[in-house]
């Protein structure tokens, strides 16, 4: 063998290890990224989902003060919130005697994740 390869019989073999630690951050840091999209993706799904039925008990709250409608409810309409979906809702509302309704609604999954919205809406 000649003096300068038996000088560096080794570093094959570092240069090896060296290429897989890299090889295998790499590999972490990939993985590590796609598990915290996927959880700010389905965050941020269900947030929008949240504010979504917010919305829609705002609507149908207003549409049975209004005299538009019970959604189901009877008479007993203004008197609670209902779910939607999987969503919870609930809720405060007062209405004026300008004729304008106040109405503040807070939808939430679990408790983990919830959106508030207020409306001022005026009643016909």
């Known amino acids: 063998m000649h003096p300068e390869q038996k000088q560096q019989h080794g570093f094959s073999l570092i240069a090896a290890l060296f290429v897989i630690v890299i090889l295998a951050l790499f590999g972490t840091l990939i993985s ?3 598990a915290i999209n996927s959880i700010s993706s389905s965050e941020d799904y269900l947030s929008a989902q949240a504010l979504y039925s917010a919305e829609s008990a705002a609507r149908l709250k207003i549409m049975c003060q209004d005299g538009g409608g019970t ?4 008479s007993t309409c203004r008197s609670y919130y209902p779910a939607i979906g999987e969503l919870s809702t609930s809720g405060t509302y ?3 005697a300008t004729g304008y309704m106040s109405l503040r609604v807070i939808a939430g999954w679990n408790g983990a994740i919830t959106r508030e919205i207020e409306i001022k809406y005026k009643l016909q």
């Open 94 to 96: 007062t209405v004026a």
């Open 32 to 34: 590590r990224l796609v």
């Open 71 to 74: 959604y189901g409810g009877g």
